[in-house]
């Protein structure tokens, strides 16, 4: 397993941006996929973005297509989420997710999970 530590989240008014950073220890995060789920209050955590190892191939939910960017960086074993044209309904606790399989993964059963960190979108 990975363990993982999100940071970056906090509070933004509607259409700025953040920078999500999930810090993975583990000699198996470069030979995982990563990604980004989020659960806003009263509702399922949903997939967000997937990343796969070496960063070559991403996947994206559809809410956030051309506003959210999800890279990493191997020799700093971290995930990154940058989220641009946030919205209201962008608000949740967004989680770190690491698997072996980007279909796990997008399927919501991931490996390792990291504790969350808040993202809250003002109007």
């Known amino acids: 397993q990975v363990q993982l530590v999100e940071s970056g989240g906090g509070l933004v008014q509607a259409g700025g941006s953040l920078r999500l950073s999930c810090a993975a220890s583990?000699?198996?995060?470069?030979?995982?996929?990563m990604g980004w789920f989020r659960q806003a209050p009263g509702k399922e955590r949903e997939f967000v973005a997937a990343i796969s190892w070496g960063g070559g191939r991403t996947t994206y939910a559809d809410s956030v297509k051309g506003r959210f960017t999800i890279s990493r960086d191997d020799a700093k074993n971290t995930v990154y989420l940058q989220m641009n044209s946030l919205k209201r309904e962008d608000t949740a606790v967004y989680y770190c997710?690491?698997?072996?399989?980007?279909?796990?993964?997008?399927?919501?059963?991931?490996?390792?999970w990291g504790q969350g960190t808040q993202v809250t979108v003002s109007s």
């Open positions: 583990g000699r198996t995060f470069s030979t995982n996929y």
């Open positions: 997710a690491a698997d072996r399989l980007v279909n796990r993964m997008t399927s919501g059963i991931c490996d390792s």
